[in-house]
């Protein structure tokens, strides 16, 4: 069984690496959202989000970073600010500070869909949507090594794409389409699950296409009554599918949803399922979020929380096997680790999981995850070993400034985002202390 942590405020400062910043401190950068990844198979090159090119306030282009020199250059020029799409509504900054948290930035109704870019590392060639003058939304593929752009296809402007994912031989990209009215209600929301409910009670839907990316074929492969946004082919295979209906209480069992080819979708965890090593109270009052494949693609690794647990979170990581009739494996972080809102992504295995969520004394007394950590994973024994690695000092305002941290191809290094220095920078770190 492993011990239970190495974060004790002394240890977790002795311990801390500075990290190595991989984009210029001259304009605000961010990788690419966390169920894609950002850096190229040899982990020479990174594709980001960046403000650099950009004439307006919440400019998105994209540009490519050669980590050996240093050096940044565009992919594809916005001049901004980004298209309205989830996360990023087009909502005003609040009077209150407590709904602060809703704002996201400015937004255009044309321009980069910052949600969709999803990069094969393989061959280097980089998906994204953009929103053209006309409203629709044009679907193209820019070489990371050539420069190289094209259009793949084009999706109607009465649909909203949030995430797209690639399948492991980059030939297929999975498109998630809500209906575009659901832009409406997310500016408009007093409450995320508000917005759920709307979507349902108007009965919009989103459509799931694939799209043959080499000559721009594309097929709905299902229409789904609840407002998809995360989407991800298993690792092996385009058969089945990972995806969550967003925001749809409770989010404990409603969230996490398998989609076989030719069969209806199957809850991932649901009341009747069995857990170890963890006891709760109900299912479906856990706060459950950021699934991934683990990349064999034997299970699927998740976390949650219960908010009401005293002065911060009980936080747990969650292990789902494919298996549907195998028991769902939840290990909590030890109580004396502190822990807050955060994303938690796993090794290729599930060994060990990174994440942004734990905090130190500073990050305890902000209330905000400020630590990116390694958690060792004892699935045998229902344990873990919490390691520290760095401080990201991350603001967490707006979807850009959250870390969502990453690993690197070979999983020697993690990669995040972070605002600490005044400007939005990647950084990296190496994974082993």
């Known amino acids: 069984m492993l011990?239970?942590?190495?974060?004790?405020?002394?240890?977790?400062?002795?311990?801390?690496?500075?990290?190595?910043?991989?984009?210029p401190a001259t304009a605000n950068c961010q990788l690419l959202y966390f169920t894609s990844s950002s850096a190229t198979e040899d982990g020479a090159v990174l594709a980001a989000i960046t403000d650099e090119y950009s004439t307006k306030e919440g400019g998105a282009s994209l540009a490519r970073i050669d980590r050996q020199a240093?050096?940044?250059?565009?992919?594809?020029?916005?001049?901004?600010?980004?298209v309205q799409a989830y996360p990023y509504f087009a909502r005003p900054r609040a009077a209150d500070p407590a709904k602060e948290y809703l704002y996201n930035g400015p937004v255009a109704t044309h321009g980069l869909n910052k949600s969709s870019p999803c990069l094969h590392p393989a061959s280097g060639d980089l998906f994204f949507v953009?929103?053209?003058?006309?409203?629709?939304?044009?679907l193209d593929c820019v070489n990371l090594h050539s420069g190289l752009r094209r259009q793949v296809t084009e999706?109607?402007?009465d649909r909203t794409v949030a995430y797209c994912h690639l399948d492991c031989l980059g030939a297929h990209l999975l498109v998630a389409l809500a209906d575009a009215r659901v832009l409406a209600l997310g500016a408009k929301r007093d409450s995320n699950r508000g917005v759920s409910e709307a979507f349902g009670r108007l009965g919009l839907t989103t459509r799931l296409v694939e799209v043959?990316?080499?000559?721009?074929?594309?097929?709905?492969?299902?229409?789904?009554?609840?407002w998809v946004t995360h989407v991800q082919y298993h690792p092996q295979h385009r058969d089945t599918v990972l995806f969550n209906r967003e925001w749809t209480w409770p989010l404990g069992t409603q969230r996490m949803w398998l989609k076989q080819r030719g069969e209806p979708p199957v809850q991932v965890r649901r009341p009747e399922r069995p857990v170890q090593f963890r006891v709760s109270p109900d299912l479906a009052l856990d706060d459950v979020a950021h699934e991934v494949w683990q990349e064999d693609g034997t299970a699927i690794i998740y976390h949650g929380m219960q908010w009401d647990a005293g002065d911060f979170p009980e936080q747990f990581v969650g292990r789902a096997p494919v298996n549907a009739t195998a028991p769902l494996q939840e290990i909590s972080l030890p109580r004396e680790v502190?822990?807050?809102?955060?994303?938690?992504?796993?090794?290729?295995?599930?060994?060990?999981?990174?994440?942004?969520?734990?905090?130190n004394e500073r990050g305890r007394a902000q209330r905000k995850g400020n630590l990116i950590s390694r958690l060792d994973?004892?699935?045998?024994?229902?344990?873990?070993?919490?390691?520290?690695?760095?401080?990201s000092n991350a603001s967490w305002h707006t979807q850009d400034n959250h870390p969502h941290p990453v690993l690197s191809p070979d999983e020697s290094e993690v990669l995040f985002t972070s605002d600490g220095s005044g400007v939005r920078q990647i950084y990296s770190v190496p994974v082993a202390p």
């Open 3 to 23: 011990p239970l942590a190495e974060n004790s405020p002394s240890l977790a400062d002795a311990a801390l690496v500075t990290p190595r910043p991989e984009s």
């Open 70 to 82: 240093h050096a940044m250059e565009p992919l594809a020029i916005f001049e901004g600010p980004a």
């Open 130 to 138: 953009w929103v053209r003058e006309d409203g629709c939304n044009q």
């Open 155 to 157: 999706f109607p402007a």
């Open 212 to 226: 043959e990316v080499a000559s721009g074929a594309s097929e709905v492969r299902w229409e789904d009554q609840g």
């Open 338 to 359: 502190v822990s807050f809102y955060g994303h938690f992504y796993p090794s290729a295995t599930g060994d060990f999981v990174i994440t942004d969520a734990v905090a």
């Open 377 to 391: 994973m004892d699935w045998v024994n229902g344990s873990m070993r919490v390691t520290p690695l760095c401080e």
